[in-house]
């Protein structure tokens, strides 16, 4: 049920962090992995990797915040490896300080990529999805905080909820065409975002919180990856799964 093998799906932001994992977990399940972002370089070894453990890949660049790059770059990921069947919609971006210090710049660049990005990409892909008559499956990357807030973090927890109800009204609307919308919310993992973060007093008090005690191995993530890309979650659209070791739960 959880088979992805012989899939072509594209996973954006994936030079690095959690898409650069999960288009190498992919792309080791089998399936055929579009890898796209901006940073060309990352993109190669990125891909390189794949290949030399004996997985199918390929890069793209693409920048989510411009239309026209994405249409080029879904047009060269269906030119190599034909109709994209399954969408990891992964590009984000932070910016971490009070809300009375961000500047408009950080609020465009936040916004622009972690829900116009989702929207426009989303949106191209599934354009695809209908003409190649493909019943496909895209995944959001959310964030907890999308549902609950945290201090310092407003623009990127404002489009995390954006992105969250964004997957529940394109579920809404494309489910008729066989084309599922999903978002995975995760909590605190180690990535490039945040790393420092976590070697701080402040973050090492947050995972105090956290009521299993420990950040998220990013391996955790993998299975409800699967679920959502595989026929295992067929009747699902419109949901809302958190991985984030009980912190939703966790008493204010």
Do not use: C
């Not at 249409?71 to 932070?94: C, H, K, R, S």
């Not at 973090?153 to 489910?175: C, D, F, H, R």
């Amino acid at each position: 049920m959880f088979e992805v093998a012989g899939k072509h799906i594209l996973v954006t932001g994936a030079s690095s962090g959690l898409g650069r994992h999960f288009a190498t977990m992919l792309a080791g399940a089998g399936a055929k992995v579009t890898l796209a972002a901006r940073r060309t370089d990352a993109l190669a070894g990125a891909v390189s990797e794949i290949k030399e453990a004996g997985g199918s890949a390929q890069g793209v660049r693409l920048d989510v915040t411009a239309a026209d790059s994405i249409d080029m770059a879904v047009a060269e990921a269906e030119a190599g490896f034909g109709p994209i069947q399954g969408l990891l919609n992964n590009a984000g971006v932070t910016a971490t300080k009070p809300a009375l210090d961000q500047d408009e710049r950080a609020w465009d660049s936040v916004i622009d990529t972690n829900l116009k990005g989702v929207w426009l990409v989303a949106n191209a892909v599934a354009r695809r999805m209908l003409a190649a008559k493909v019943a496909g499956s895209i995944v959001n990357i959310a964030s907890i905080l999308g549902l609950r807030v945290g201090g310092a973090v407003a623009p990127y927890a404002i489009s995390k909820a954006g992105v969250i109800q964004m997957s529940k009204a394109l579920a809404l609307e494309w489910a008729r065409y066989g084309i599922r919308v999903n978002a995975l919310a995760p909590g605190y993992f180690v990535t490039e975002l945040n790393d420092d973060f976590f070697t701080s007093d402040a973050g090492k008090a947050l995972i105090k919180r956290i009521p299993q005690r420990r950040l998220g191995n990013v391996g955790e993530l993998d299975g409800p990856v699967m679920l959502l890309l595989s026929e295992a979650g067929s009747y699902m659209t419109g949901s809302v799964i958190a991985v984030d070791g009980g912190h939703l739960v966790s008493s204010l």
